[in-house]
Nanobody, 120 residues
Framework: QVQLVESGGGLVQAGDSVSLSCAAS????????TGWHRQAPGKARELIAAITNSGSARYAASVRDRFTISRDNAKNMVYLKINDLKSEDTAVYYC??????????????WGQGTQVTVSS
């Protein structure tokens, strides 16, 4: 079992920046990639950024210029930096870690989420 805990959310001002963290613990051997998703009120949960264990990152087109995902394998941490916050960034942000190579179908874990609220 893998446990994921997100932190760093809160009430922030439009135009400011926020840094989110995802801490992983437990048996993480099956994980090949970790992603950040967000779910705004009344909206579907969306993948916004992902990073492989080797550090290859990709982003949703809508946030590519403002979001940065990074990781520290030694600390079992994945981070998400959001710059130039906009009102539409208000959402619960979730960390997801899974096997994306097809070897372990049951390897798919989620954190509890952290709320980011952007005031304008």
């Amino acid at each position: 079992q893998v446990q994921l805990v997100e932190s760093g959310g809160g009430l922030v001002q439009a135009g400011d920046s926020v840094s989110l963290s995802c801490a992983a613990s437990g048996d993480t051997m099956c994980i090949t990639a970790t992603g950040w998703h967000r779910q705004a009120p009344g909206k579907a949960r969306e993948l916004i950024a992902a990073i492989t264990n080797s550090g290859s990152a990709r982003y949703a087109a809508s946030v590519r210029d403002r979001f940065t995902i990074s990781r520290d394998n030694a600390k079992n941490m994945v981070y998400l930096k959001i710059n130039d916050l906009k009102s539409e960034d208000t959402a619960v942000y979730y960390c997801n870690a899974a096997d994306r190579d097809g070897n372990y179908p049951a390897c798919d874990y989620w954190g509890q989420g952290t709320q980011v609220t952007v005031s304008s």
